[in-house]
C-alpha cells in the first residue's frame, strides 16, 4: 500500500515545546499543532477511506520552497534544476518531525515501523510538501 499526497503553502517545522510558567505544563505551540491538523487534511481529502499501515515503512519527504525575489536569473535556472538546494529555516529534522508526527497513529500505527526514510529540500516555484508513505 502506498500514501501520496501534497501540502500546499509555507513549510513549517515542528515548533520546540513550550512551558507555561504559571501552570508548570508543557505543551505543543499553536503553530505546530494547526500545521499537523492541515497535513491530516490533506491526507482525508485524498485517502478518505484509508487503513491504517501495519507493516514496515519508507517515508519520503520534499519540501518545496520558493524561489527568493532576491535571485538573479542565473540562480533562478540553477535552483529549478536542483543545482542549488535551500539552506534555510525550518531545519530537515524539524520538517521531518512534524509530518511523521502528525501521521504517527493516524497513517500508520507508529513512527516505529519508519525503516527508511528519505528527505530532500528544493527550490520550486510555489512553496508545498510532498509526501509519500509506502509499505514495503
Known amino acids: 500500500m502506498i500514501y ?4 500546499p503553502g509555507k513549510v513549517i517545522g515542528k515548533g520546540r515545546p513550550r512551558l507555561n ?14 500545521y499537523e491538523t492541515l497535513i491530516e487534511q490533506y491526507f482525508l481529502l485524498k485517502y ?7 507493516g514496515r ?7 518545496y520552497f520558493s524561489i527568493p525575489k532576491s535571485a538573479k536569473k542565473v540562480e533562478i535556472n ?25 501521521m504517527n497513529k493516524f497513517a500508520f500505527k507508529d513512527d516505529t515501523q519508519i525503516t ?17 508513505i509506502e509499505e514495503y
Open 116 to 132: 527508511k526514510l528519505e528527505v530532500e529540500k528544493k527550490y520550486s516555484l510555489e512553496d508545498k510538501i510532498c509526501i509519500k
Open 21 to 34: 510558567t504559571y501552570t508548570g505544563a508543557v505543551y505543543t505551540p499553536t503553530k505546530t499543532k494547526d
Open 78 to 102: 540553477e535552483m529549478l534544476e536542483n543545482n542549488i538546494s535551500p539552506t534555510k529555516k525550518p531545519d530537515i529534522d524539524n520538517i521531518v518531525k512534524v509530518i511523521l508526527d502528525s
Open 48 to 54: 478518505p477511506k484509508f487503513k491504517i499501515l501495519e
Open 4 to 7: 501520496e499526497f501534497e501540502v
Open 57 to 63: 515503512l519508507k517515508v519520503i519527504i520534499t519540501a
